[in-house]
């Protein structure tokens, strides 16, 4: 009977000694991995976060037109641009008037 329990006993001692080398095993794997990701591979994961946190679209919004009941357009889309001059930043302000209005082929007013 004692015999029986010492065997018993030793195969116990094996069982948890097979699974203390278990998890002792997939800790130290787990810690590798750990280590590999965070401190080998640091710069290729840091600047793809980064990619993802920031990422500039641009995105156009769309306008729709404006119908009265009978069909007819009340406001449609087009571009609308404004030029502004400093007088105190420029030299020659009529040059640059003059110059502007043969660009943009304006009419001269008075």
Same mark, same amino acid.
């Given at each position: 009977?004692?015999?029986?329990?010492?065997?018993?006993?030793?195969d116990g001692n094996k069982r948890l000694f097979a699974c203390a080398l278990l998890v002792i095993g997939i800790t130290c794997a787990l810690v590798g991995r750990m280590y590999f990701l965070q401190v080998v591979q640091y710069d290729y994961h840091s600047t793809i976060s980064e990619n993802n946190r920031v990422h500039?679209?641009?995105?156009?919004p769309t306008r729709g037109l404006i119908y009265d009941r009978n069909g007819v357009v009340l406001a449609?889309? =087009?571009?609308?641009?404004?030029l502004t001059i400093?007088? !105190? =930043?420029?030299a020659d302000l009529?040059?640059?008037?003059? !110059?502007?209005?043969?660009l943009l082929h304006l009419p001269a007013e008075a």
């Open positions: 009977m004692l015999f029986g329990q010492l065997v018993e006993q030793r500039v679209l641009p995105i156009t449609d889309n =087009r571009p609308s641009y404004n400093t007088r !105190e =930043r420029t009529k040059g640059e008037l003059d !110059e502007i209005v043969n």
